[in-house]
């Protein structure tokens, strides 16, 4: 009786037990739901334009946690605005993009709907992330058919982190104001032909050509900017007998040519890690720089990528430790220099 | 209360998986450094000097460095930025640049102009002059949970075109390297061709093509390929390294096997020609070419099956007389 009453008990205080643990769980996943945030908008907010013109329009996201996907609907008024092209942002370059038969989707948005729907960038697991802060998604152009106003309006939005989960989003809208041209007004006939005064020599600008047909067409191309970010420190493992890793995402923001080159900055030992001990310990291996196919050893400082415009690099840190290599707390510096090129 | 356990299981499951990938447990600060312009170009007779405002942004607080250093080109084509001890080539434009303020400290989101000012010596000489402005933002050292400090240095290059002197664009081969070739790959031509000359070229609108024809023991010609090099200049006095592979459905009998490089410029200017040889001990099956890489390497290979440098010369040709073209239509020289 007395052993009954005992697994009654036993079994009343871990059914108590379960459900206070479930409880915890619940919150901590509450909690964890709503710990991140995205921030999801159309840039930039507002344009102007000429009918005629073709504009381009960016869905950015700004998230507080690394992301691997994003999708949205697009709302646009399509007597004002025809979607041209779709394509992935900086930020998820080598990522699938759908739907998969985008001309199909890019039909039905500027013959009916007036919406792409369920645009989506995603890579697939292992494939990539895209770092936290403001990234961009996709990029969407638009022909301007008529003069007006069209929002761009986002809808429908799921940013999924790294496990996969849903990051709360809000998203911000964006406009087209078109201008369509102003006709020329109609001569009115005069029905009086009353003297007119003589007009004001007007001085004639020396540099317009004769009337041949021929239109000068001149234009300054502004000097280019580079703009480079990375992390500021990364943690590698140093576990013995393999190759360790590390992702150093590298982002580049340019409008001309530039080359990123890698090397580790200190005059001694350079290209190994090492200890702070004077003299210091120093790793058997030197430390090697990937991206790609390319494979950099940082004691040589060399070429890692050249290009132009905006990208995304995520570069690998690759350190060998092997047994024979000393205990200790190995450190190193990695600098990134993003260089003009001509 | 199975179902009650494995719902609580997976629960638990999906709980750790996400603790495991949280973002929060490898979150890492960012260090964001921009520099605007980035690419100096000044077109100065000598004697005169011209300023111009560098804009330094930190989107962090960051201490800046800004250093006007020698330019100098690994073979890889990579710019290197050179300290005054390493910088020693003859076309250095790094005296002629002074930057003020050289260091200054940038709270989170601030701009900082730096007043730039090229100024080209009476006896600066002919062609043009390369400097890097290397604006560098502090390197943070690793903390205890972290060992890798990652620093970020922007390189403005400074080209400064000595006007009204000639400007010479030449170039040796220094070397033509054929690596032994294994059956099933295709044969490893590395050429390096130094730039002689007192000025850049390489980008447009003088871009560098560069062709390999194999030629059989008989001097029959087997296979040509050009390809078109990155749209990066070859700064005077150093050596631009890149690789042509070739390749042909046909076997290789043994004998000895010639390989003619030409190097030359988009609008028509042979650089130089020189060959390399290959010994085939054994019939050899050669293999596929890898498509080029996006970056660094060489771009927009062509090969041309049986053919010879006369086509390749041919192709330099038309390519020179597109490019001039292009060029006589935007200066509205040509109609359609």
Known sequence: MNNSMNSVRLLGLGSLVVMVLVAVLLLATAMTASAFAVAVSVAPASQNANVGDTITIRVRQNADVDTTGLQTNVSFDRTVLQATSVARGVAYTGAALLPSDMASAINTANTSSGQLSNLAVFFNPGAGTVPIGDREGIVITFSVIAGGSSPIALSGIEVLDTGGNVVPATSSDGSVNATAPTPSPAPTPSPDPTPTPEPTPV???PSIPPSTGQTTVTGTVPPGSIQITVPSTVQIPLERGTTNTANVPVEITSNTLWQLNTRDPKATNTGFMTTSDVPPKVLKNSMRVALGSTQIDLRFGRLLASGSGDSLATTQLRQLVVPADAPGNFGIDVLFEAVAGF | MRANLRWLSMLLSLLLLAAVHSPAAHAQTEQTLRVDPALLLADLAPGESETVNVTVTAKEPMRIEVVPQGLGQ?????????????????????????AVPRQFTLNANQSKKVKVTISVPKDAGEGGRYAILEVKGSLRKPGEEENVGVGATIGASVVVTLEGTAQTRTGDITEVKIAPVQSGNPISVVTSLRNTGN??????????????????PRGNNVVTTVTSMTEMSLVPEYTRAFGIDLTTAEKLSPGRYAVDVQVGLEDGTILDRATGYLDVTQELALGEVAAPQSSGGGSGVIVYAAAGLAALAGVLGLRAFLAARRRRRALGMEGD
């Open chain 2, 199 to 216: 000025y850049h070229y390489g980008a447009s609108p003088v871009r560098m093509f560069a062709g390999a024809t194999l030629k059989d």
């Open chain 1, 203 to 205: 001085p004639t600008p």
């Open chain 2, 74 to 98: 690994r073979p890889d084509g990579g710019f290197q930025i050179l300290p005054e001890s390493e910088d020693s080539s003859i076309y250095t434009g790094r005296p002629y640049v002074k």
